[in-house]
């Protein structure tokens, strides 16, 4: 057995080394360098391994000319796609610069915006190549799987990222638009590529995982351990302190922030000025209760930090920043998340700019295995942007009218409410408006054991308003909503489209295991996206298996759910269930269901859902303030404010304004009225 495991190790090792096509490579450098008589040229060995490479991606003709142009004659498959990260990365630093010479030349003050923003967010595309170049560089053979998860996100991150650049010209003028969308075309097409190289990657060894024994397969691919379990090591970022601050009952801050001058600041941004950089450990933010009309941003420096407030209804974060007034939507959060490991708790975020404002974000998350356990999230049009990477949401509450849950993450939502609110006259709602733009982005919003229901406004126009669970952003949108309630507020098809047929074909929506009077599935539209799942592969979307949950969510003590809530039901030989696509398996590195069925399920569902064995402690944990220096006299020491938009339990604003819907970008869709612009 022993001899066995050896010849496994040097394979695997030997496919990680060659990387991808190994084989095919193989086959090539046998010619050593040999001439071709074809046209009398060289087909020399790098062309062949470059050849080779470019055939698994999307843009291949893009693939081989940057590789010929910087492969320095190196036919080396790894040395090649780390080639391909560095001129992706060079060709967004391009961009960059075109970007910087069109703001000297723009007028339109919205487009100069847009500009700005753009290099912000091309810089973060940067940072992401960079750090999957890293990562890939240094090969961890015996965390496969969490290794290879995060080049995944990360690259789709920086695909994300200039997707970004480019939906904030909306409603601009001129041609700086079209001049940006060239400036990006190559590094958006090379981002892909590099997409593609890693998750073949994936599949050679989820190949040769597939024919191993189980026991292989748990060193391969499985879930780290829950902690507590298993001799395994536990990810580096969870330190000791984080561990020992949720699992005990009080939680010693670093630092307060509170408006009565009880803390050592009254503002959060005076606050946020003291937080320490790149910490490797948890530092502890008390936002003490009140309403704070700031605009925040937890930088992407600001990793492990976790911010605790009094009560979601208590500690409010809140502001009114919004597209009507000239602001791009990605600027319009009241509150950015930005840097990795970040907890929030028992807080609440707030766009009161209100329904006629169009697009106002409530809260903008872009930071990888973030969690938010019992927080509010209160807007209209666009509330909640779950931007990009693994993000956990257990317990909140999100409001909103129209994709009120909209982004490129890989988002889990567990036990949460989502509220329909009222909008203006003559809009429709819409609950999610989720953004994957390529099929291999393991990326998508899924909402298990949550409930949709319609919030006490609604109830004034319900019969009046149509409720629909969501509409295609993007190209390959990705929504699931499995083992929730659906009240009848949704209408019966289900879905609605977001222009005519744009990505009918190419979305992923499904439900499955829903219950409630608006759960039924026999008036959903008919698309070729709408997938009908049995139960294996809804599996791949529980928490574990979508955001490698195991790995970075249990140890945080935060409430966990890894698979079901609930036992699956029977499979129902009388559904029509959806074939397999090549490509529902690849961005995720699944095995394919045939060859990894599931355990049969049992026979009914539970009376009630399970939780994991991992879950916090059900005591609530009480914050014990450290002594708090003094304010110091020159710092902001005036108290902002109150929201007029928090003055209720139910958070509710003015919505009478004449104003259409408006969406994350596109165009109305839904607005009969001849008032409408053009813009969604």
């Not at 910087?70 to 790894?78: F, V």
């Not at 407030?309 to 950015?336: E, M, S, V, W």
């Not at 039924?520 to 529980?542: A, C, P």
């Amino acid at each position: 057995m022993a001899g066995n495991n050896r010849k496994r190790n040097v394979t695997i090792i030997s496919v990680c080394s060659l990387i991808l096509v190994a084989m095919v490579v193989a086959v090539a450098i046998t010619m050593k360098g040999k001439d071709s008589d074809n046209n009398g040229q060289d087909v020399t060995t790098s062309q062949k391994a470059i050849e080779s490479i470019c055939q698994t991606t999307r843009y291949q003709h893009t693939c081989v000319e940057s590789l010929e142009s910087s492969a320095e004659g190196s036919s080396d498959p790894k040395e090649l796609i780390q080639k391909s990260f560095q001129v992706t990365m060079e060709k967004i630093k391009e961009a960059i610069e075109n970007s910087t010479m069109l703001q000297k030349l723009e007028k339109d003050p919205r487009a100069k915006l847009a500009l700005e923003n753009c290099q912000k967010l091309a810089w973060q595309a940067v940072n992401d190549l960079n750090r999957t170049h890293i990562k890939f560089e240094s090969f961890e053979f015996n965390d496969l799987s969490h290794w290879i998860a995060d080049l995944k996100i990360w690259l789709s991150g920086a695909i994300t990222y200039q997707e970004t650049c480019l939906d904030g010209f909306e409603k601009t003028t001129g041609e700086t638009e079209e001049k940006m969308k060239r400036a990006l075309n190559s590094s958006m097409e090379l981002t892909s590529n590099a997409l593609y190289m890693i998750t073949e990657i994936s599949s050679v060894f989820t190949s040769l995982n597939a024919g191993s024994s189980s026991r292989r397969r748990r060193l391969l691919f499985d879930e780290a351990p829950v902690l507590g379990h298993g001799n395994e090591l536990l990810p580096d970022w969870v330190d000791m302190r984080r561990r020992r601050l949720l699992a005990a009952k009080e939680i010693k801050p670093d630092i307060v922030v509170a408006k009565d001058g009880s803390g050592k600041y009254k503002t959060i941004n005076e606050a946020l000025k003291n937080i320490p950089s790149n910490r490797n450990q948890t530092y502890v933010l008390h936002i003490k209760q009140g309403i704070y009309n700031e605009k925040v941003e937890f930088t992407s420096s600001m990793t492990n930090l976790m911010v605790i407030g009094d009560g979601p209804t208590k500690t409010r974060i809140t502001g009114n920043q919004n597209f009507k007034d000239g602001t791009p939507t990605y600027l319009t959060a009241t509150a950015a998340v930005m840097g990795d490991y970040f907890i929030a708790k028992d807080i609440g975020f707030e766009n009161s700019a209100g329904p006629e404002k169009h697009q106002a974000v409530a809260l903008r998350v872009a930071a990888d295995k973030s969690i938010f356990y019992n927080c509010h999230i209160d807007g209209y049009q666009d509330t909640l942007c779950v931007h990009t990477y693994r993000q956990f949401y257990r317990d909140c509450v999100i409001r909103g009218t129209i994709d009120f849950v909209f982004g490129d993450g890989a988002a889990v939502f567990q036990n949460c409410t989502l509220a329909v609110r009222k909008p203006l006259k003559e809009q429709h709602c819409i609950v999610t408006a989720q953004g994957r733009t390529d099929a291999r982005q393991p990326t998508g919003l899924v909402f298990q054991n949550c409930s949709i229901v319609a919030d006490s406004s609604y109830n004034e126009v319900k019969g009046e308003v149509k409720t629909y669970l969501g509409r295609p952003w993007k190209e390959y949108s990705r929504t699931i909503i499995m083992e929730s309630s659906i009240d009848d507020l949704i209408q019966p098809e289900g879905w609605v489209e977001w222009n005519k047929t744009f990505a009918l074909n190419t979305l992923f929506y499904t439900e499955f295991n829903n219950r409630g009077s608006g759960s039924s599935k026999k008036e959903r539209v008919k698309w070729q996206g709408v997938k009908e799942l049995q139960i294996n592969r809804v599996q791949r979307f529980t928490a574990s298996q979508f955001l490698d949950g195991d790995a970075w969510i249990p140890s945080t003590g935060i409430p966990y759910t890894p698979g079901f809530f609930l036992s699956p039901p029977q499979q129902d030989t009388s559904v029509e269930y959806s074939p397999v696509d090549d490509e529902e398996y690849k961005d995720l590195g699944s095995v394919d269901p045939v060859a990894a069925p599931v355990a049969a399920p049992v026979a009914a569902p539970a009376e009630s859902p399970r939780e994991s064995s991992a879950e916090a402690p059900t005591t609530e944990l009480v914050v014990v303030e450290a002594p708090q220096s003094e304010s110091p006299v020159n710092s902001p020491a005036e108290s902002p404010e109150e929201s007029p938009a928090a003055d209720s339990e139910e958070y509710q604003t003015d919505t009478q304004a004449p104003s259409p819907a408006e969406s994350p970008a596109g165009e109305v869709w839904l607005n009969t009225s001849d008032e409408s612009d053009g813009s969604s």
